[in-house]
């Protein structure tokens, strides 16, 4: 069992941050990649940015300048700090986790979401 749950959402005004944390646990044997998406309401899950095992990043562009992906392999941990908040920068922020378990299946797994909320 692989549960992914994330923490750190909240309320903020534009121009404000948030950090958000996300922590893996269970049968893991490794994790390639851990990305932050995100879905506003009546939209599609987009992702946000990703980072993989060799520390490389990718954003999107709406994000890329004021975004910063991290993570703590060894605490199989993965961070992202929102700066210069909008209020498009509102949704439910989800991590996802690419990872090797165990008994060596590539499983895939998403936490339950926390909500941001950017005020104008």
């Known amino acids: 069992q692989v549960q992914v749950v994330e923490s750190g959402g909240g309320l903020v005004q534009a121009g404000g941050s948030l950090r958000l944390s996300c922590a893996a646990s269970g049968s893991i044997f490794r994790i390639h990649n851990m990305g932050w998406y995100r879905q506003a309401p009546g939209k599609q899950r987009d992702l946000v940015a990703v980072?993989?095992?060799?520390?490389?990043?990718n954003y999107a562009d709406s994000v890329k300048g004021r975004f910063t992906i991290s993570r703590n392999t060894a605490r199989n941990t993965a961070y992202l700090q929102m700066n210069s908040l909008k209020p498009e920068d509102t949704a439910v922020y989800y991590c996802n986790a690419d990872l090797w378990t165990t008994s060596m299946a590539r499983i895939e797994r998403w936490g339950q979401g926390t909500q941001v909320t950017v005020s104008s």
């Open positions: 980072i993989n095992s060799a520390g490389n990043t």
